[in-house]
Structures are given as structure tokens and as C-alpha cells.
């Protein structure tokens, strides 16, 4: 199980002061959690009422510290430091308990001396696409691929989890299916679109193994309310294809051999201005497969050599050119279809819709004698389920 965050004695607001209870002994910088809406400050308009979860805010607004602020100092995030986005400028301390953020970008501070926050302010004119992005280049800044605390993650719930690591100067080290409820947290408290999980079925063959190695890949979708669509922000692979969602590009790779073609095929891609490298077992797993990662710990945080960009040449292949399931319980807004689980096979590759099935267990013996008649919808090449969102 992963460790906890170390944690500090302060509590923080975003949008009003709040005071810390005499006796209180509740997580430390304390994340907004007693708030419904707040009154912010804005030199840029009158005061307005705003709801904020997390310590994602808008430029010109505050964050507020119920202990007196003595010294505020800019720390680094984890990869991608050198981007013009981190730390643009220093916050204006207004008062002894009040920080305010006059320009957009990325914040590491470290309060105190001792007690480091993670802040990311948004531009006031961003629309939902714009916002998406800087939310997915600030998660994928901060995150490292392995599994060391997705246990600790499920045991304590998302939310809680995210309260800790903004009061860390740590990244989270999860995989891809709790790094799609984080980015949907964070999207949810952020500009409440609806976010859909796609599992994608993935299965290759590698060189000197019998066995077919079958994987499935979780990533999230967000409906941009500006673009009208769903569009894919694999945090793990460090990519976001403009602006297309998982069956756009099961579509486009079912026509591809090789990773020349699937880029030219894609077309733009936004990837973060940083290269961050994967982990030593991780890097066996997905050049090497199985029989290279064997005797190594999956939940190791040593980092290899090799950039997640290079990772993802191999994977996408596998992983984005098969078929894509959705389930009702990972669906953050309406669910397209009214059934639970929606199987859209895209697939030509009988041991690859095989392993989909048998990694998921929707097998039709499975769905007759544990699901108690569980419907699975089918759905083959062509249906735009983009029409169905009610």
C-alpha cells in the first residue's frame, strides 16, 4: 500500500477565509472542504460567488491560510520544470492570510519554510478545451506510472487523495485506471463536463513468447461543451489527439500497419512540453513484455531512461486499435444507451475481442450465471454514440 502524504497544519481556502477550530486535528491544509460558495476577490470585475473543491482557481483570484503567512517560496513540480508556465510569477501576499494569483499558470509553493501546495490557476478566458489541457499538463506533471498507491488510493477514496497530494511536493504514483478518476475529479470540480472511462482492449504477441499478452487500458474522455464532442487525455501515454475520441482512433488505426502511418493517419497530437520517463518495470513491460519484467515489482518507483513518448508508439498500436468498452459506472454525466455495459467492437482481430472479453469476464456464460442476465450491447463499426448523449 502506498504512504500516506506527509501532512502540515494549515487550512487553506479557496474563496473565503475559514478559521481552523480550536482542537481541530483534521488533515492539515485543508482543502475547501466546508465549502459551498464562497465570495472571491477579482481586481478584475466585482466580487462574484465561486465553488472551488480543490486549489484550481481563476487568475486574480485568492487562496486564504488560517495561520499567518510569514514566508512563501517556489518549489518545482516534479517533471517538466522548465516550462513557462510553472511559477509565471510570484504570488501577491494582500494580507497576513491571504495569497493572490494575478497570472495563469502552474504554482509549487512552499509555505513557511516547511509546507509545500500545488495551485494551478486557470486564465479567465479559457474555454472548456483550453481548461481540460492545462488540467491534463498539470496531472501529467505530477504523476508517475506505477501502481505503489492505487490500495491507498482506493482505501482512503479520490477526493481524499487529492487533498494530500496538493499539500505534497510528492507526484502520484498510480496507473491508469486511478489516474482517469483523478483527472475526472479535477475536470468535475473544475468545469463539471461529462467524463466517460473507455476501456480499451489491448493484445500483441511479443518476440520469443508463445502467449498472447493481453492488457486493458483505461483512459478518460471529457465532453468539450465548446467542440461539441469527446475527446481522449491519456495521462499515462502523455497525449491527446485534437480532437478525437476512442473510436475515432480505433477507426483510424484499423487501417494502419505500422506507428509512420498511425501518426500521419492521427494528425495533431497535444503532448506536454516535457519528456517524462517511465519507470524500470514499465519499460521492461512494454518493450520487452512479461518474460522481460519478470522478477521486477510493478509498484517500483525507479525511472528509467526511456521517455513515455517512446512508450507510446508501442502501445498505441496495441491498445487503440481494437475495440472500446464503457461501463453506466464509469460514466460522470449521462450514459449513451440504456444498458450497463456498451462493448463497441471495432475489432478485425479475433485473439484480441477474445481477450477483451475474457480480461473483463463478459462472457455470455458469465453473463447468464453471476450478472443475472446483465445485457451487453454489441455495437459494430459505424454507430456514432456521440447522437445518443441525452
Known sequence: MGEAFPLSPISLSFGRLTQLRSGDTRSPLRIGGEIDSATTKSNEGPMFSVRHRYPIVYSGESIFCSSKILSVELMRPFFGAMRDEVNPAMPEQLTTHELRFAKAGEYYLRINGIFPLKVLVLGRGNVPSECALKIFDFLSANVVVCERDDEHVLAIGTPAYLDDWFRSDKPAYLLCGQIAYLFNELIQATIGAHVRVAN???????????????????????????????????????????????????????????????????????????????????????????????????????????????????????????????????????????????????????????????????????????????????????????????
Open 200 to 390: 480499451l482492449a489491448g493484445a500483441r504477441r511479443f518476440p520469443g513468447d508463445r502467449k498472447i499478452d493481453t492488457a486493458i487500458h483505461a483512459v478518460p474522455e471529457v465532453f468539450l461543451e465548446d467542440l461539441g464532442r469527446y475527446v481522449v487525455f491519456d495521462i499515462n501515454h502523455q497525449f491527446v489527439p485534437l480532437w478525437k475520441d476512442s473510436i475515432d482512433l480505433i477507426k483510424i488505426l484499423q487501417h494502419c500497419s505500422n506507428w509512420r502511418d498511425a501518426q500521419i493517419a492521427i494528425g495533431p497530437v497535444h503532448h506536454p512540453q516535457f519528456q517524462r520517463p517511465v519507470t524500470d518495470y514499465w519499460a521492461a513491460m512494454f518493450v520487452g513484455g512479461p518474460q522481460a519484467a519478470r522478477g521486477m515489482s510493478s509498484d517500483s518507483i525507479k525511472l528509467s531512461s526511456i521517455p513515455t513518448t517512446a512508450i507510446y508508439q508501442h502501445l498505441i498500436m496495441t491498445c487503440y486499435s481494437n475495440g472500446v468498452i464503457y461501463q453506466r459506472s464509469q460514466v460522470f454525466g449521462s450514459f449513451p444507451l440504456p444498458v450497463e455495459i456498451l462493448w463497441i467492437d471495432l475489432s478485425a482481430n479475433r485473439s484480441s475481442r477474445a481477450a477483451a472479453f475474457k480480461l473483463l469476464r463478459f462472457d455470455r456464460e458469465t453473463i447468464t450465471n453471476e450478472a443475472k442476465g446483465l445485457e451487453i450491447l454489441k455495437v459494430v463499426d459505424g454507430y456514432d454514440i456521440q447522437e445518443k448523449r441525452s
